[in-house]
């Protein structure tokens, strides 16, 4: 299994270009999610989709979009890229999004998309 | 909102030392999760703790969820340099947030 698969690996934008991150996972998880992490900080929610069909602001969603275009792939769009967005996007999926003591909730992540805008 | 704090950010040690790394909520959590990312990597879950006072082993890691169920720690016995990398507590609140702390950055000198 490829788990979560994350494209393009790397991408540099000039500010005010737009671009998609594409994900896929392919372990049937109901739940996926859109991270970024700058140097020195921890992972920042940026948006989540807790099942197929819905789609919830995370910590940092200003100037991103999402789109949860069916179970498997969860993409996330910068409309116009401003250099604050420079940093490395992870994307991640789970059995189930919510507390759970079963291990339902547990993250697996994609290998990151390191995004520069200059 | 929630806060997870986690520290120190950074710890130097010499190859056979022990290592520690703290981890605290501002409110009561569910569950807390731990994260390891290599250098260049991507975050891999390592274990998640759900009861009062749990503590679980892995090998030379040992990991404890508090009474209160609003701090965590890991402890890692002896280092080895196959131990760098970043650690990362999540913790996630009955209501399904999940919050990450910043890391701390092991690093080992052989």
């Known amino acids: 299994n490829a788990g979560v698969t994350q494209t393009p690996k790397f991408q540099v934008l000039k500010t005010g270009q737009s671009m998609t991150l594409q994900c896929a996972q392919d372990?049937?998880?109901?739940?996926m999610y859109w991270y970024r992490q700058d140097p020195g900080m921890g992972l920042r929610l940026i948006y989540y989709?807790?099942?197929?069909?819905?789609?919830d602001k995370g910590e940092v969603p200003n100037g991103y979009n999402v789109s949860r275009l069916n179970k498997r792939e969860f993409s996330l769009r910068l409309e116009s890229a401003a250099p604050s967005q420079t940093s490395v996007y992870f994307c991640?999926?789970?059995?189930?999004?919510?507390?759970?003591?079963?291990?339902?909730?547990?993250?697996?992540f994609g290998a990151g998309s390191r995004l520069t805008v200059l | 909102g929630q806060q997870v704090m986690q520290i120190p950010q950074y710890q130097h040690v010499q190859e056979g030392e022990d290592f520690t790394t703290y981890c605290n909520s501002s409110?009561?959590?569910?569950?807390i999760q731990w994260y390891k990312q290599r250098p260049g990597g991507h975050p891999v879950f390592l274990i998640q703790?759900?009861?009062?006072?749990e503590v679980k082993k892995q090998k030379r890691l040992t990991f404890q969820f508090g009474e209160a169920k609003k701090n965590s720690s890991l402890h890692i016995t002896a280092t080895q340099t196959t131990d760098v990398g970043t650690y990362f507590c999540?913790?996630?609140?009955?209501?399904?947030?999940?919050?990450f702390g910043d890391g701390t950055t092991l690093t080992v000198k052989p």
């Open positions: 703790l759900v009861k009062s006072g």
């Open positions: 999540a913790g996630q609140t009955n209501a399904g947030k999940s919050t």
């Open positions: 991640a999926s789970s059995e189930w999004w919510g507390a759970s003591s079963s291990g339902a909730n547990v993250l697996t």
């Open positions: 989709s807790a099942s197929e069909g819905t789609t």
């Open positions: 409110t009561t959590l569910s569950n």
């Open positions: 372990m049937n998880h109901n739940s």
